[in-house]
């Protein structure tokens, strides 16, 4: 099993910045690709960013390109995600949520439980 802790999530003012990390622990071999996701009130969940462990590969949605960035640590059994986001816009509030899948995975199975991101 899998399980993810996000942290980072709160209050910002248009402009600023914030940075979410996700702790992942346990069965890291089935979490070699990972995502950020975010769900605003009123809209379907959306992928923001994503990475793969294999060859680096990362994909950003076009609304968030060139303002978040997306990186990870890695170490024997343990994985930190991370989602630096800067020139942050009152559209980018939502909960934000980590997940992980093994790549030959098509859906993310794994989840955390979301952190808030408010940007007024």
């Known amino acids: 099993d899998v399980q993810l802790v996000e942290s980072g999530g709160g209050s910002v003012q248009a402009g600023g910045s914030l940075r979410l990390s996700c702790a992942v622990s346990?069965?890291?071999?089935?979490?070699?690709?990972m995502g950020w996701h975010r769900q605003a009130p009123g809209k379907e969940r959306e992928l923001v960013s994503s990475?793969?462990?294999?060859?680096?590969?990362?994909?950003?949605g076009s609304s968030v390109k060139d303002r978040f960035t997306i990186s990870q640590e890695r170490a024997q059994n343990k994985i930190t995600l991370y989602l630096q986001m800067d020139s942050l816009k009152t559209e980018d509030t939502a909960v934000y949520y980590c997940?992980?899948?093994?790549?030959?995975?098509?859906?993310?199975?794994?989840w955390g439980q979301g952190t808030q991101v408010t940007v007024s």
């Open positions: 990475i793969r462990s294999s060859d680096g590969n990362i994909q950003y």
């Open positions: 346990g069965n890291t071999y089935s979490s070699n690709c």
């Open positions: 997940a992980a899948r093994h790549c030959s995975e098509y859906k993310y199975n794994y």
